[in-house]
């Protein structure tokens, strides 16, 4: 069983900073990519930003230069920092985890909200 914990998630003003972290942990392959993704009410998820454990990251357009992306791999951790966060980001953000065998886990997700 694989189990894939997030933490850090709130409640925001426009401009505030926020980090998110994620550990996975349980019976799981060598990790291959850890990343963000994010669903806000009445939209589908999406990609957020991910990094390889070769160090190889993306990012959505939306969040370039705004948000980065950090790991710990001997940890299976994996960090999001938020800066100059927009009503926009507000979110149910998700941790996704891939190993080598391209098998998905996600975590149940943290509420990030950003308003006045």
């Known amino acids: 069983q694989v189990l894939v914990v997030e933490s850090g998630g709130g409640l925001v003003q426009p401009g505030g900073s926020l980090r998110l972290s994620c550990v996975a942990s349980?019976?799981?392959?060598?990790?291959?990519?850890m990343g963000w993704y994010r669903q806000a009410p009445g939209k589908l998820r999406e990609l957020v930003a991910t990094?390889?454990?070769?160090?190889?990251?993306t990012y959505a357009d939306s969040v370039k230069g705004r948000f980065t992306i950090s790991r710990d791999n001997a940890k299976n951790t994996v960090y999001l920092q938020m800066n100059s966060l927009k009503p926009e980001d507000t979110a149910v953000y998700y941790c996704?985890?891939?190993?080598?065998?391209?098998?998905?886990?996600w975590g149940q997700g943290t509420q990030v909200t950003v308003s006045s």
């Open positions: 996704n985890v891939r190993d080598v065998t391209q098998s998905h886990y």
């Open positions: 349980g019976s799981i392959s060598s990790i291959y990519v």
């Open positions: 990094k390889t454990t070769g160090g190889f990251t």
